[in-house]
């Protein structure tokens, strides 16, 4: 069975920082790209960053470009997102993903085949 699980949210002050992991878990994806988004209660999930298969190519919302950092290590079928100078607008449900689509990066949900279950970052001002 494949599983992405998340950990790492939590309630922070603004301008705070925080890391969320992501380890997947039944097969690996290191030839996918893999990717982070967040919601907030009654919007649609938005796209905050992606990564390339090999972690040669990022991508990000503008809304967090120079804010937050993707990353991912192989040998521990994870991928990170380094979160620092947190806003209140920051706040909400941050989800992993994974596609399965080989190569390519991608910021549509359409692409992303295997989802967590969500970490909940909360950011106070």
């Known amino acids: 069975q494949v599983r992405l699980v998340e950990s790492g949210g939590d309630s922070v002050q603004a301008g705070d920082s925080l890391r969320l992991s992501c380890l997947a878990s039944?097969?690996?994806?290191?030839?996918?790209?893999m990717a982070w988004f967040r919601r907030v209660p009654g919007k649609e999930r938005q796209f905050v960053a992606a990564?390339?298969?090999?972690?040669?190519?990022?991508n990000y919302a503008d809304s967090v470009e120079g804010r937050f950092t993707i990353s991912r290590e192989h040998a521990k079928n994870t991928v990170y997102l380094q979160m620092n100078s947190l806003k209140p607008e920051d706040t909400a449900v941050y989800y992993c993903a994974a596609s399965t689509i080989n190569g390519g990066i991608y910021s549509n949900t359409d692409q992303y085949f295997y989802w967590g279950q969500g970490t909940q970052v909360t950011v106070s001002s």
């Open positions: 990564i390339n298969w090999n972690g040669g190519s990022t």
């Open positions: 039944g097969r690996t994806f290191h030839s996918n790209a």
